[in-house]
């Protein structure tokens, strides 16, 4: 009994297998439909009425098909019912947390980890431009320093994914996020972003791309494809150590890219993070998302304490890389 309830509890509602059901329920009702189509295209051509087979499609494949076809139905209907559920669940109620207190950072703080914002799953949207947050933090002065959050990723061509430009789960930048005038170049200085950005203009491919820079523009980019899962919750981290030196990107508590290469890039002109858009809250930068337990933290954060915080989540599977 006990196994029976786990399936019927976890594994029925994963998207994966409500997709099955929904693909099968299609087939067997496709393959019914035909049964019955056959069956009257038979008495209608002119089969004889007194033959076995004319028996059989006039008797057997109607009876059939009504017999089978109601519970294929009801079957394909629960099955996307429950897909619904599901992602709705994943979307808005966080699974039981045994700290679920908002701590936020005090400048000049740099002993501890703090879990600091969006305790709850935050939608942010810039028909709310108040919804990104704005988290005043010194952790990018600290030698060493890790920020990380929960994202939830859409389908391909929705929320975070429907790109008109860069959305941005995490800002910082110099001269209050305008572009300055750098040796007769324009450019965004003093850098620290985490974003979903078009390869180019005509915006088909996308990465998730990190990078820095400086008060000059010079910069360091770590970016990866997009290949991620979805519609899942993720979970996004940069960490750095200038003593290494190592500058890491995380999803899922995986590193996907890293350099060593990027302590002349690090911004000079230090102030807040922005969580969910660009610093000065464009409306095309907002990700038009939902962000949770976003974490500030002036030390390396550990392989072992990034899994441990993909334990709390065990309905977010791990994305695909």
Same mark, same amino acid.
Request: positive net charge; aromatic residues 10%.
């Given at each position: 009994?006990?196994?029976?309830?786990?399936?019927?509890?976890?594994?029925?509602?994963?998207?994966?297998?409500?997709?099955?059901?929904?693909?099968?329920?299609?087939?067997?009702?496709?393959?019914?439909?035909?049964?019955?189509?056959?069956?009257?295209?038979?008495? @209608?051509?002119?089969?004889? #009425?007194?033959?076995?087979?004319?028996?059989?499609?006039?008797?057997?494949?109607?009876?059939?098909?009504?017999?089978?076809?109601?519970?294929?139905?009801?079957?394909?209907?629960?099955?996307? @019912?429950?897909?619904?559920? *599901?992602?709705?669940?994943?979307?808005?109620?966080?699974?039981?947390?045994?700290?679920?207190?908002?701590?936020?950072?005090?400048?000049?703080?740099?002993?501890?980890?703090?879990?600091?914002?969006?305790?709850?799953?935050?939608?942010?949207?810039?028909?709310?431009?108040?919804?990104?947050?704005?988290?005043?933090?010194?952790?990018?002065?600290?030698?060493?320093?890790?920020?990380?959050?929960?994202?939830?990723?859409?389908?391909?061509?929705?929320?975070?994914?429907?790109?008109?430009?860069?959305?941005?789960?995490?800002?910082?930048?110099?001269?209050?996020?305008?572009?300055?005038?750098?040796?007769?170049?324009?450019?965004?200085?003093?850098?620290?972003?985490?974003?979903?950005?078009?390869?180019?203009?005509?915006?088909?491919?996308?990465?998730?791309?990190?990078? #820095?820079?400086?008060?000059?523009?010079?910069?360091?980019?770590?970016?990866?494809?997009?290949?991620?899962?979805?519609?899942?919750? *993720? *979970?996004?981290?940069?960490?750095?150590?200038?003593?290494?030196?190592?500058?890491?990107? @995380? #999803?899922?508590?995986?590193?996907?890219?890293?350099?060593?290469?990027?302590?002349?890039?690090?911004?000079?002109?230090?102030?807040?993070?922005?969580?969910?858009?660009?610093?000065?809250?464009?409306?095309?930068?907002?990700?038009?998302?939902?962000?949770?337990?976003?974490?500030?933290?002036?030390?390396?954060?550990?392989?072992?304490?990034?899994?441990?915080?993909?334990?709390?989540?065990?309905?977010?599977?791990?994305?695909?890389?």
């Amino acid at each position: 009994m006990s196994r029976l309830k786990r399936f019927l509890t976890e594994e029925w509602s994963k998207p994966a297998w409500a997709s099955k059901l929904e693909t099968a329920g299609a087939a067997a009702g496709l393959i019914v439909f035909c049964g019955m189509i056959g069956g009257y295209v038979w008495n @209608l051509v002119g089969g004889d #009425v007194s033959s076995v087979l004319a028996i059989l499609t006039r008797q057997v494949s109607v009876p059939v098909g009504v017999v089978l076809g109601a519970p294929i139905f009801l079957l394909m209907a629960s099955a996307y @019912l429950m897909k619904r559920l *599901h992602l709705r669940s994943l979307e808005s109620v966080p699974p039981p947390h045994r700290d679920r207190v908002s701590n936020l950072p005090k400048p000049g703080a740099q002993n501890r980890s703090f879990a600091v914002a969006a305790p709850e799953p935050h939608l942010v949207s810039a028909a709310d431009p108040s919804s990104a947050l704005t988290v005043g933090t010194d952790v990018l002065e600290s030698p060493q320093g890790t920020v990380g959050l929960w994202t939830f990723v859409d389908d391909p061509g929705r929320g975070i994914r429907n790109l008109k430009n860069n959305r941005y789960l995490v800002a910082h930048a110099g001269n209050k996020g305008r572009m300055a005038t750098v040796a007769s170049t324009r450019a965004y200085i003093d850098v620290f972003a985490l974003s979903c950005s078009p390869v180019d203009k005509a915006r088909s491919d996308l990465i998730w791309r990190f990078y #820095v820079s400086n008060k000059t523009g010079e910069r360091t980019t770590l970016k990866i494809e997009d290949r991620l899962s979805s519609p899942h919750w *993720h *979970h996004f981290a940069v960490r750095w150590d200038h003593t290494a030196p190592s500058l890491e990107f @995380l #999803v899922d508590a995986m590193v996907v890219a890293a350099t060593a290469d990027f302590r002349s890039c690090w911004p000079t002109s230090l102030g807040a993070l922005t969580f969910g858009s660009w610093v000065s809250r464009g409306a095309i930068h907002f990700i038009e998302s939902k962000i949770w337990r976003v974490q500030i933290a002036p030390r390396w954060m550990t392989d072992e304490e990034l899994r441990e915080e993909m334990s709390h989540l065990p309905w977010a599977r791990r994305g695909q890389i």
